[in-house]
């Protein structure tokens, strides 16, 4: 079969990127992309045989370097999740815009700084795979979104391709149990069903000082700073996913990413709109858009709607 347009520039394997820990299990196989139902799928084998893998059957897995010796005879390696093991892989798919690095769903973007843990591209390059150690309450979950996007969840008898395609953002894998069992009662079939965000936090920005010397609250900011590597990524305008085809950074989605994450940690609405106006006076970007009232408005809301 045909591998879809640019697949196969993507399928490079940056070996070293890919946490220690998953590179010392035994636990991985090789894959090709096969046709089923006129549709490309990624069929895993076994590195050592040449033989099908199978995600419930660990005979079938290989340690990782054997993964990586034979890789060029297939379009990628890959980790299968055990119950084993304390892992749980978490996938957004059609959240990235392959060519800008773009994350181009929000909801994707909350569940990121949620996770706040070790994140790589995938092979097609509009998909993500983040991997934390957790535990699932139940089953997997898969649920198609009415953008067109997908999240996936497991912690077993799955396998996740891997790239090494590093994003900005923890190296490690983190421990995330109270965020997976959050995702997991947000992201079942029946979260179509949410209640509407609360109004408190938007409302209050009726009521706030724009200043163009503000400055966001310091020890606030530097706790935020030591604790959250994709915050500190974001903070210094070094993240490739929120910058326009030009280069240049998208002020506004870095202001949204900035809000959730002041959102998480409790900060007033005040101190996040100050902390919004340093960061553009900072990196000398529009300053003007933050001193409206009604862009910090929206802002605020924008992010609480996506929580």
């Not at 045909?2 to 636990?27: D, F, W, Y």
């Not at 109270?178 to 079942?188: F, G, H, I, Q, S």
């Amino acid at each position: 079969m045909t591998v879809p347009t640019g697949m196969k520039a993507r399928n490079h394997v940056e070996a070293s990127a890919i946490p220690a820990e998953l590179r010392e299990r035994r636990q991985w196989v090789v894959w090709r992309y096969e046709e089923r139902d006129g549709k490309p799928t990624k069929v895993p084998y076994n590195a050592r045989t040449g033989g099908k893998a199978l995600s419930t059957k660990p005979a079938t897995w290989s340690p990782f370097d054997v993964a990586l010796q034979v890789r060029e005879r297939y379009d990628g390696i890959g980790f299968v999740f055990s119950k084993d093991d304390p892992y749980v892989g978490i996938d957004l798919d059609h959240a990235r815009d392959a060519e800008t690095g773009e994350i181009t769903a929000p909801w994707a973007e909350e569940v990121l700084r949620r996770l706040d843990s070790y994140t790589e591209v995938s092979p097609s390059g509009t998909g993500l795979h983040v991997i934390v150690r957790g535990e699932l309450p139940g089953k997997g979950i898969k649920e198609d979104r009415d953008d067109g996007t997908r999240i996936e969840i497991y912690d077993r008898s799955r396998y996740f391709t891997c790239t090494g395609q590093h994003i900005a953002g923890p190296t490690t894998i983190e421990d995330r149990p109270d965020a997976v069992l959050t995702l997991c009662k947000e992201y079942r079939p029946a979260s179509a069903h949410k209640s509407a965000p609360p109004e408190s936090v938007t409302a209050a920005a009726s009521g706030l000082v724009l200043s163009p010397n503000a400055e966001a609250p310091a020890s606030k900011l530097a706790t935020l700073l030591a604790s959250k590597q994709r915050f500190l990524h974001t903070w210094n305008g070094s993240r490739s996913d929120l910058t326009k085809p030009d280069g240049s950074r998208d002020a506004s989605r870095y202001d949204y990413a900035l809000v959730g994450f002041t959102l998480d940690a409790g900060w007033e609405p005040q101190e996040i709109a100050d902390l919004v106006i340093e960061f553009r006076r900072r990196h000398n970007l529009d300053l003007a858009k933050a001193l409206r009232a009604d862009y910090i408005a929206r802002t605020l809301h924008e992010a609480v709607s996506a929580r």
